[in-house]
């Protein structure tokens, strides 16, 4: 017999009158539901072939509340806290202290509603801050999150390659604030998919299975690893008081457009499915890391200042590194693709 959340039991179908089946329900679920004789249970055939039953008068998911307490937790580790308040789907994060909140706790409590997305503080006292979340986990589709993270990298990507040939470095000034975005929307995308894998009810309205809301999670890893090393690339040429001028028709940057042209076939095979494209976009990536990798090991033997070498180095580095990453995308896309061709015998 059921007799609590996680329990298991096998029941018996009646043929009641000669032309109806009959389960019984277990009674302390009923209970716990509160229902009664004719309230109605709607039930949902799964693709799994499985039953899911939920009482129509559930209407709202129970809203999550998390609570931090300052004085239980190193100053260090505050925002780490409060970022896994977030990712775990909390609604509400209280963030109490037994005396005061500090300064410090109200710096990182701020840092943290930059870096995150639909949390604003909904009350302040000096013992505890409410924050709440006014962006509901079913309201932005994964697929525009990662759409606008990839429109960030490639934007900087492409002012980097602008200010290597002569462009004005205020193309990348902003460097960091495109990186925050992107992290913003990578941690939005797990939040998203923490939501789905605990409710039904989210994966409805995002209109994904748990496999492919996992893989739209890997798909943001990626694309903030390449924000990571694009981010880099902009603090190298910022912080190099001399550029090193490069050949725009040669290694390294000769390679930008190729990597342009392959993430976005990418985005758009994430819809098209189509693996010839993609592989030929792997294929080519995979081209550029190879030749990437020849062009480092060539820079040692230059007759050119210490300086010099190692900024080439670095610049191929990271794009050698964001190539790799795009590859990873692009095995994801089709890991996507398998499964979604997968064919159950009954």
């Keep these: 017999m059921a007799k609590g959340i996680g329990s298991m039991d096998v029941r018996k179908l009646q043929l009641t009158g000669g032309v109806t089946y009959t389960l019984s329900l277990p009674k ?24 899911r039953l939920t009482p129509v008068t559930v209407v709202d998911e129970n809203r999550k509340r998390s609570i931090v307490i300052q004085e239980d937790i190193p100053d260090s580790a505050i925002f780490d806290h409060l970022v896994g308040s977030y990712l775990s789907g909390a609604d509400q994060i209280d963030f109490i202290s037994r005396k005061v909140i500090d300064r410090n706790s109200k710096r990182v409590i701020r840092k943290f509603l930059r870096t995150t997305r639909g949390f604003e503080i909904s009350s ?13 986990a079913s309201e932005m589709p994964l697929r525009v999150s990662i759409n606008r993270m990839y429109q960030q990298l490639t934007s900087l990507i492409r002012d980097i390659g602008d200010v290597m040939i002569g462009g004005d470095y205020e193309l990348i000034e902003d460097h960091e604030e495109r990186e925050q975005e992107i992290d913003s929307m990578r941690l939005l995308v797990e939040r998203q998919v923490s939501s789905l894998l605990d409710s039904y009810k989210v994966a409805e309205a995002l209109n994904l299975g748990r496999r492919e809301a996992v893989e739209f999670a890997n798909l943001s890893r990626s694309l903030e690893r390449m924000a990571d090393h694009a981010n880099q690339l902009s603090e190298l040429i910022i912080s190099t008081e001399k550029i ?10 000769s390679l930008i457009p190729i990597w342009q042209d392959a993430m976005r076939s990418l985005m758009l095979n994430l819809r098209a499915h189509d693996a010839e494209e993609i592989e030929i976009a792997r294929s080519n990536l995979k081209k550029s890391k190879n030749e990437l990798l020849d062009y480092e090991e060539n820079l040692w033997s230059q ?23 795009s590859r990873d995308f692009g095995e994801i896309i089709l890991n996507m693709m398998a499964h979604s061709n997968v064919i159950e015998d009954k």
Excluded at 30 to 49: A, F, Y
Excluded at 246 to 252: F, I, S, Y
């Design 303 to 325: 007759k050119e200042s210490p300086s010099r070498i190692l900024f080439k180095f670095k610049f191929s580095e990271s794009i050698r590194r964001i190539c790799s990453y």
């Design 124 to 136: 302040e006292t000096d013992k505890k801050i409410i924050l709440v979340s006014l962006l509901s």
């Design 244 to 253: 090193p001028s490069m050949n725009p028709d040669e290694a390294p940057l």
């Design 28 to 51: 302390f679920w009923v209970e716990t539901n509160k229902l009664e004789s004719s309230d109605g249970i709607q039930v949902d055939w799964r693709p799994s072939g499985a039953l």
